[in-house]
């Protein structure tokens, strides 16, 4: 069970912490990298099946709706019950079995179990969970550490069309997914540099404890009970009633005449013994609370965890309202884009070589581009809304423009123009999250999110290749995915009206609040 990470004494913004941002990024690189040259894998397996658009979309769709149902309780339940580094663990070995049975695949629906289902849960012990790591492990400098984490999936995205263009001419199809399955693994490895914030506090506690902190002494005749430490001394007298604040055990009776119990009262040796184990017990991990109210505390935050995990009062608030909006569209042409320039250039003729370095540029692009937003969002210039606002209008822009593209020089436009602004995004949107609601309901609000996005983008995924097999013709998909660009950056560009809106509602439940009180 994941510890509170703000009583932990892991480093911020230093140290460890650049640790974590080097073995989550290299993840991504590995991980969402894979996912990135899904347009790769979209031509080969039309090729390979011979399948239709609109049943090979299916299994990005099946992909992104599983990712996104699994989210939602991986980022709350699951990180109560298991570490970030154990759920990485876990997507690192699902990711590596989807690939090894796809292997074995004979025909088309095989992959969508594969590579849809298998492959999204693993994407969702990743994603959302090394995202929540890097926020506790950053604060001044998170902007910079979560585009750096999203960007790495970019360069993931560079390395790896090369290496699976070369795997498929020297492989065939299900040599590469066996080879990939391999690659993947290795992410079980990576997993090993994520240490949880709580190692942190546990080294501190063993260091604070290499010497005992009290002794028992003899309980002698007049019933004084010494405390020793090292360099003080204080004697407790048992005429002292004991109270829940001092501490003392609740096994003491209560007695009207406690200053005479020396007198009536014959002290058992399992008293003093529960009242040293009390003091004992303040030097554990475990004693976070007041020593007297401790058990009944812990229980109480047990259940106000528990009642956050569920809470779903955070779509009250205009902001994640507006923005869950702006993701679930936003989403479809920003992530499908990636895929279907592939089968776009290919329709207007362009060879396998030439596809390749269209992604390899894309993805380029994509790296440089989620850079420069956290560089841009870092140095305070531009709100992080505003730098997404910007970016989905130029994408959905840059899509709507396809009747425009036919060489494989316009692709080269069509593929830097895309790949600089489409991941804004992803990059910026954990920084966002934590504006609107806060850190504390990072994982709530983060897996609501993902799980609207699923529902969109397994939609839109099938649609999108319906359109092609209807209309023979990509066109109408790239119109329809720069629609919903363009009408998700118009909507975030009235962010300040909306924040307005809900700063208006907090205050007003404040004051409610403070007049309820005071009556």
Known sequence: ??????????????????????????????????????????????????????????????LQIVYSIASLPILTFGLHHLSVR?????????????????????????????????????????????AYLIGIYFNRRRELANSVLVASSGFGGLVVPPLFRYLLDVYGLRGTMLIFSG?????????????????????SNSNSKSKPEYSIVQIQDN??????????????????????????????????????????????????????????????????????????NESQAQKDVKNKIIDISLLKKPLLQMYLFVYLFGSIGSAYGHIYISPFARDHGMTTTEVSILVSVTNMCDFIGRGLCGVIANQRIVKNSTIVAISQLVTGATLALCPFYGSFWSFIVLAVMFGLFAGAIFSMTPSIVVDFVGIENFRTAFGILILGQGITMGTGAPLLG????????????????????????????????????????????????EVALST
């Open 86 to 130: 154990q759920m990485i663990i876990v997507g690192g070995f699902l990711g590596s079995i989807a690939y090894f049975l796809g292997f074995f695949a004979d025909r088309i629906e095989i992959l969508i179990v594969t590579h849809g289902v298998i492959y999204g849960i693993g994407f969702a012990t990743i994603h959302g969970p090394a």
């Open 183 to 203: 690659v993947i693994f290795n992410v079980v490895a990576l997993a090993g540099l994520l240490k949880p914030p709580s190692l942190f506090q546990l080294f």
């Open 1 to 62: 069970m994941t510890s509170n990470p703000t009583s932990s004494n892991h480093p911020v913004d230093k140290g460890w912490a650049w640790v974590i941002l080097a073995g989550s990024s290299l993840i991504f690189m590995i991980y969402v990298g894979t996912i990135k040259t899904s347009g790769l894998f979209f031509v080969a397996f039309q090729d390979y099946y011979k399948s239709e658009a609109s049943t090979t979309s299916i299994i990005p769709g099946v």
């Open 466 to 513: 319906y359109l092609r097999d209807v209309s023979l013709s990509y066109m109408p998909s790239f119109y329809f995915m720069g629609a919903c660009l363009i009408l998700s950056g118009l909507t975030l560009l009235v962010e300040p009206c909306v924040r307005k809106r809900q700063d208006k509602m907090e205050s007003q439940a404040r004051l409610s609040e």
């Open 223 to 296: 019933h004084e009970y010494s405390q020793v430490s090292t360099g003080k001394k204080r004697s407790i007298s048992l005429s002292e009633r004991p109270t829940p604040g001092n501490g003392v055990s609740s096994s003491f009776e209560k007695d009207e005449t406690w200053g005479s119990l020396p007198h009536r009262l014959d002290i058992k040796t399992h008293h003093i013994s529960r009242f040293s184990q009390s003091f004992r017990s303040l030097g554990s991990t475990d004693a976070v609370y007041s020593l007297s109210q401790s058990q009944l």
